[in-house]
């Protein structure tokens, strides 16, 4: 139930439809004063939404900075949440926006700083099919070389909270020492990390995948712009899903 529900608050999050809201109100409203209001009330909306100067100052307080790892540090394993591919229709899969993860798992797994790697994600989607996609990122390492004794797999999981509690078990089981290498993208590395530790894991986190530059401001920054918005969308939903899983009890 907790799965669907997140998926139905997540329609709620979306910003476009509260703009999309103030202005269909202002349509059917007869009185031109309010009329007026909700047209002014949805345009600055849209603005503060699609303006990256807000949304680069937002980001630079919510994302987790890279650290490298902890330096010199070697892991005895690097965990790669999913999230960074989807199923091509084909019976196959293909990377998305986020294969950053993928990459910077793929690189500490090959350059040594971890001994091994765990993909931990299935599919998330309220009516899955057969796609899963820890399985899939697997073939793709062994097509890159990687010998299969290096992965490991967990392809049950919906969601973070799953991806901590399964990986927990795999890792026990095989063995691995904490602390563990955490990749996930800088959006949503505050709350995963968050969740891994309330299930008791030790890990380190290595954000990638970060949707601002490194912090600096410019005057077109100043200037509307769409994909901004679907930016937000995110955060929207880490912020609210970190306060879920802040006050949620076990």
């Not at 503060?48 to 980001?59: D, Y």
Request: net charge positive; aromatic share 14%.
């Amino acid at each position: 139930m907790y799965f669907v529900l997140s998926k139905i608050l997540l329609f709620v999050l979306l910003p476009l439809n509260w703009a999309f809201v103030l202005l269909l109100m202002a349509v059917f409203k007869r009185d031109k004063a309010k009329r007026r209001r909700y047209v002014i009330a949805g345009v600055t909306l849209l603005y503060i939404l699609a303006a990256p100067i807000l949304f680069k100052g937002f980001t630079r307080l919510w994302d987790v900075k890279h650290n490298e790892g902890g330096g010199n540090t070697k892991y005895s394993c690097v965990i790669v949440l999913g999230g960074f591919s989807g199923p091509d229709g084909h019976n196959g899969g293909r990377f998305s926006w986020a294969a950053d993860r993928f990459i910077n798992g793929a690189q500490l797994l090959t350059t040594g700083k971890a001994k091994c790697i765990l993909f931990t994600g299935g599919n998330g989607s309220l009516a899955p099919g057969a796609y899963r996609e820890a399985p899939w990122a697997k073939l793709q390492l062994q097509k890159l070389g990687i010998a299969d004794s290096l992965i490991l797999t967990e392809s049950s999981s919906r969601n973070t909270v799953e991806n901590a509690g399964f990986s927990k078990e795999i890792l026990r089981a095989n063995n691995l020492q904490p602390p563990y290498l955490l990749v996930t993208s800088a959006f949503h590395m505050r709350r995963a990390v968050m969740i891994f530790n309330r299930k008791g894991m030790d890990v380190r986190p290595y954000p990638c995948s970060y949707l601002t530059d490194d912090g600096s401001f410019y005057f077109t920054d100043l200037l509307p712009q769409a994909e901004i918005l679907s930016h937000w969308e995110l955060y929207l939903k880490e912020v609210a899903g970190y306060a879920v899983n802040y006050f949620a009890t076990e």
